[in-house]
């Protein structure tokens, strides 16, 4: 698939949300996660699935046993904890939008202001010669079923089904009625902003009519070394943008946005959720495991989204920050959101990370984030830094939004995200119902 054609407007098109779905530490669905955000409930936990006396920190994001035990009469049964997460996160979402594994529109149901999914009995119209396409994107794929067979007399894992990332998307097929391309993407932790825009460019190219765009990751031994090896684990919890940050907490989960054209929503009698604008990604290139300290490649993803979809600086209602907790890449973050964003003159952009309260779930964030924007939208509400305690003076030019949240209408979301090697995705979402729905 072209560059120019991922990064193309996803506008043009009119392209929309028409489900959401979520597996996260917060619980199993949506709700759990908007209920866990909105509260700015730490979900973060001391880690039960293995050791981690060897290393600085012992806690992390796990999805709840209770939301485990729950999985398992969902989904069909899979070796990667990953793959069932993302196929319960598939059914939400295809459910939300009214399409079920026949292809049948059985309901609609629009998000309300307290973020709930209201539905009402609709179109019966059958779907069934609709194409639709898989993207999803991950960084450890099914590596982590590595771990299962490790034990202290060595490994006894059997057979090489760790070893084949594009595993990870064997349910979602079982859940979903699924006709076209089948797509795994690894392109580090922006991977998540990444899937929702091939999906989109698949529309936009008339490869498909659904895009069922998500992200998805299991916590593993091998995260926790490496997060250990480049000192970047936070003993407590993760402070996005605080002063006395120490590091991150990895987590897993794993979510789903449907993406449709305007015009295949309305002809299936579908409502829009929200409005996918534009997409901007860049890369730096600039070290393995550090952002270029101007951090030009998050300027250049946040302007091509401003460019694309027609937007000024001063029409972002809430960035929702990459923001992991680490010393240097919130920094950097910081800045180029006030370079990108800010000046004489305009508004403090207002910011938050949910990572203080979900943790950094690596291959899922992208699309977690995305789900939650689209439900903040819904709720006119903006997301808290949860852990916030003293705001780093570097930060001064960002309207950091306080620990609780704020009321207040949200018609626009930028959403941020970029990983190690310097990869950068920025995703821009807008309300439905606005003037850019189709």
Known sequence: MATAAVERTAERAGIVVTGVGAVSPAGLGH??????????????GAVTRFDTSRHPSHRAGEIPRSALSRLDSLVPPHRSLAARCLAAAAAE?????GLTRTGRLTRTGRLTRTGRLTRTAGFTRTEGGARTGVFAGTVMGTRPV????????????????????????????????VDGPVVLLASGCSVGGDAVACGAAAISEGEVDVAICGGAEELSQEVFAMFTTLRALAPDVARPFDDDRLGMQPAEGAAVVILESAEHCAARGGLPLAVLLAHGAAADAYHLTRPRPTGDALVEAIGTCL?????APEDIDWVCAHGTGTPASDGVEARAIVSALGGPGRRRPAVSSLKGMLGHTQGAAGVLEAVVAVLAMAAGHLPGNATLRRPDPACAGLDLVPPWGREAPVATVLSLAFGLGGGVSALLL?????????
């Open 146 to 177: 590595l771990d299962h067979g490790i034990t202290s007399a060595g490994l006894t894992a059997e057979g090489t089904d760790w070893a084949e990332p594009a595993r990870l998307l064997d349910l979602v097929p079982e859940v979903v009625p």
């Open 430 to 438: 807008g309300a439905a119902g606005g003037d850019d729905e189709a």
């Open 31 to 44: 709700q759990a996660l908007w209920d866990a955000v909105r509260g700015g409930r730490v979900t973060t």
């Open 307 to 311: 460019r694309d979809a027609g937007r």
């Open 93 to 97: 979402a295809a459910h939300g939008a």
